[in-house]
């Protein structure tokens, strides 16, 4: 997504949400700063298959992922961990199991680490221990350092990334009616956050299918 077109939606979401851009962007600062030493990549590097598959964590149909690009949503990452799939790319705000996403990156998976503001301290925590490669993302401002693809929420940020690539993207564990709760997250919050995805990704669109 061109930056001019997702910076009116990410204004409508700063003010929906009461976030803030300032923090937003005090946490791309602090990522950038850590992350100068790691295996940073230019994510048009990447190689991608002409049907990417989107994980997302409600129960998502892990068969027939041959052939294709494995993208795996932020906490879905747990899934695949026990199912023993590497994903190609894990996109992730370093929330959830953290420590199956950093496996992955060992075992080669390219990681986009996303900055925002209510995830400084696990930035801080957690960044420095994906050795493999990276890409850092903001949902602010970019440059040529950290970039933005569009996307407010993983799933719909690793569904931005796929775009575009031009990919027909298969959805493969995604309820925008029934959130996933983590026991220290507000379901209602949550919801909020589910609209904007669905809002972002257009599952109607004609290059989404949904398994």
């Known amino acids: 997504m061109i930056h001019g077109e997702w910076e009116p939606v990410y204004r409508e979401i700063l003010e929906d949400m009461g976030y803030s851009r300032s923090e937003d962007e005090a946490c791309a600062r602090l990522l950038k700063a850590l992350m100068t030493n790691a295996d940073l990549i230019d994510p048009d590097d990447i190689e991608f298959k002409d049907t990417v598959a989107v994980i997302g964590p409600a129960d998502p149909d892990l068969s027939d992922l041959d052939g294709k690009t494995v993208i795996s949503a932020g906490s879905a990452t747990e899934i695949l961990c026990r199912e023993h799939i590497v ?49 850092l993302t903001t949902q602010s401002v970019p440059d040529r350092v950290i970039q933005n693809f569009g996307g407010f929420t993983d799933g719909d940020r690793a569904v931005c990334i796929a775009r575009e690539h031009g990919c027909t993207i298969e959805l493969r564990g995604f309820d925008f009616q029934h959130p996933c709760t983590k026991d220290s997250s507000d379901p209602e919050v949550k919801m909020r956050k589910l609209r904007w995805a669905e809002r972002i990704i257009r599952p109607d669109s004609p290059d989404i299918v949904r398994i």
């Open 87 to 135: 994903p190609d790319i894990v996109v992730t705000d370093l929330d959830g199991d953290t420590e199956c996403q950093i496996a992955m990156s060992r075992k080669g998976a390219v990681t986009f680490i996303h900055a925002h503001g209510d995830n400084m301290e696990l930035v801080m925590r957690y960044a420095k221990e994906f050795t493999g490669p990276v890409v």
